[in-house]
């Protein structure tokens, strides 16, 4: 997946690759590893990211989903992403709906 966003609160662009889409680090870049996944980020993301994981270790799955823990597989990264930093722009590799939550249309 290769996400690329704006934070408003750091007035940074960001840029977000895991799985397929992770390359080796670049210049303004960093990995964050976790439970055996890895993913790379640009620096700032990377210091929240490691804040969050340290301290808040929770992502919401939606505005209206239950709080799981932050992990760095593609879903909840990207709930984190959304619920927390915002200001995502593009997300290539899209992993889906998430199959924690139920779909909401069938009632």
């Known amino acids: ?3 690329t966003g704006y934070d408003d609160r750091t007035g940074q ?3 977000v690759r895991t799985g397929a889409d992770r390359s080796a680090p670049e210049p303004g870049t960093r990995e ?3 439970d055996g996944v890895t993913v790379l980020l640009t620096d700032g993301l990377a210091l929240l990211l ?3 994981l340290a301290h808040r270790p929770v992502a919401q799955l939606s505005w209206f989903g239950p709080a799981v823990p932050l992990t760095l597989d593609d879903h909840t990264l990207l709930a984190w992403l959304n619920s927390t930093v915002g200001g995502v722009v593009t997300v ?3 992993p889906g ?3 924690r939550l139920k779909d ?3 009632g």
């Open 1 to 3: 997946m290769l996400v």
């Open 13 to 15: 662009g960001y840029v």
């Open 32 to 34: 964050v590893s976790h």
């Open 50 to 52: 490691d804040d969050a």
């Open 92 to 94: 290539s590799g899209d």
């Open 97 to 99: 709906p998430d199959p």
């Open 104 to 106: 909401r249309t069938s």
